[in-house]
């Protein structure tokens, strides 16, 4: 049962124009979103993450979105650079009654951004 | 400084070996996590550690013992493995493993089990 689904596995994209990274997630307790990046052989770096009270942050080049009644978040990045040619997941983390839940990340499977020069 | 580090990089051994991953942090983080990537696959959580005690322990088997001596290290100690243990391990930290923390990750541990 796959709580967190990216549903495209790779994502070509011209270099200075936007790169849209889908996510959807199933669980309604899912309260916190974040974004990595993977580079091969290396460790997921985080990129930026929202809280599910609201439905937007920024960061540079980089925006996430969150549609909470449709279980859906995106990243966008603009522009897009050759450098962001990397795997980009997508993680959600539930928080229980107390507000806690120890960080227990879900991930998505994963999509494969190349960014063309 | 965001840095977690792993050793070894890489590792074989067979299945009847004893063997240690390591993972350190000197962020002043109090949770720690192991995880396990397969190829192609999510990083899915198999424990992790707050204040040096074991919170979660995913229905992992007992061929993994995870191990929190103290704030900045974790070990993760391996015996008996089978070859489908082959996988990515990766350590991750976060500031006290609250929800809105930010887990931050080694560059992991490539195991291949013989």
């Known amino acids: 049962d796959q709580q967190v689904k990216q549903n495209s596995p790779s994502l070509s994209v011209q270099e200075g124009r936007i790169s849209i990274l889908n996510c959807d997630y199933t669980?309604?307790?899912?309260?916190?979103f974040l974004w990595y990046k993977k580079y091969p052989a290396e460790g997921p770096t985080f990129l930026i993450s929202?809280?599910?009270?609201?439905d937007k942050n920024e960061d540079g080049r980089f925006t996430v979105f969150l549609n909470k009644s449709a279980k859906h978040l995106s990243l966008h990045i603009v522009p897009s650079q050759p450098g962001d040619s990397a795997v980009y997941f997508c993680?959600?983390?539930?928080?229980?009654?107390?507000?806690?839940?120890?960080?227990?990340?879900?991930f998505g499977q994963g999509t494969i951004l190349t960014v063309h020069p | 400084d965001t840095e977690v580090t792993q050793t070894p990089k890489h590792l074989v051994m067979g299945m009847t070996n004893k063997k240690s991953l390591k993972c350190e942090q000197h962020?002043?983080?109090?949770?720690m996590y192991w995880y396990k990537q397969k190829a192609k696959k999510p990083p899915e959580l198999m424990f992790v550690?707050?204040?040096?005690?074991?919170?979660i322990n995913e229905s992992v088997p007992s061929r993994f013992s995870p191990e929190c001596p103290n704030s900045s290290l974790l070990n993760l100690h391996l015996h008996a493995l089978q070859p489908e243990d082959s996988a990515l391990y990766l350590c991750?930290?976060?500031?006290?493993?609250?929800?809105?923390?930010?887990?931050?990750f080694g560059p992991g541990t490539r195991l291949t089990v013989l």
């Open positions: 962020m002043g983080h109090r949770a």
């Open positions: 993680a959600a983390i539930p928080a229980n009654a107390g507000g806690t839940s120890y960080g227990k990340l879900t």
């Open positions: 550690y707050s204040y040096e005690k074991l919170s």
């Open positions: 929202i809280s599910s009270i609201k």
């Open positions: 669980n309604s307790m899912f309260d916190y």
């Open positions: 991750a930290s976060s500031q006290v493993g609250l929800a809105w923390d930010t887990q931050y």
